[in-house]
């Protein structure tokens, strides 16, 4: 009993990092809406649950925020200074899940693409959701960089 007020503490502190600003994988559904693709949200039928799910275009896209997900060389990942040991077996948890899902849906047809959150502040957001779109139509290569 002695740790569910810490655990209701860390989810509301969760909850209102979340809420400040519109939430990245909305940032992108608006986007892809707007032009006219149609998705379904969290399918709980794929592996890993994918944000957002194009069917037509046999694509899956994974919004990802760069400190759970550990954005290898991004400035909005680093590892924790305490309790390392337990944020380690987390983070690298996570990372793990990610590869087997992104694995799984490659080898059943399905084309997984990636949105960092850093990918998606103001500065950047545009030519992020641009190039988004050109990848999920095929237009460039779905590696070359967001
Ligand atoms: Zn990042």
Redesign the pocket.
């Known amino acids: 009993m002695a740790d569910k007020h810490s655990k209701e503490t860390r989810s509301y502190n969760m909850s209102r990092i979340r809420s400040k600003d519109t939430k990245p994988e909305e940032i992108v559904r608006k986007y892809l809406f707007s032009k006219g693709f149609r998705y379904r949200k969290n399918d709980s039928r794929l592996p890993g649950k994918p944000d957002v799910v194009l069917p037509k275009y046999r694509t899956v896209v994974f919004i990802n925020g760069?400190f759970w997900h550990a954005?290898e060389g991004?400035?909005?990942?680093v590892w924790p200074q305490s309790n390392t040991a337990f944020w380690k077996a987390k983070i690298t948890g996570t990372i793990q899940r990610d590869k087997q899902c992104h694995q799984m849906l490659t080898e059943n047809g399905w084309k997984v693409l990636v949105v960092?959150?850093?990918?998606l502040k103001k500065t950047n957001r545009e030519s992020t959701l641009c190039q988004l779109e050109k990848q999920i139509k095929g237009l460039v290569d779905e590696n070359s960089p967001l």
């Open positions: 760069c954005h991004c400035r909005y990942f960092w959150e850093c990918e």
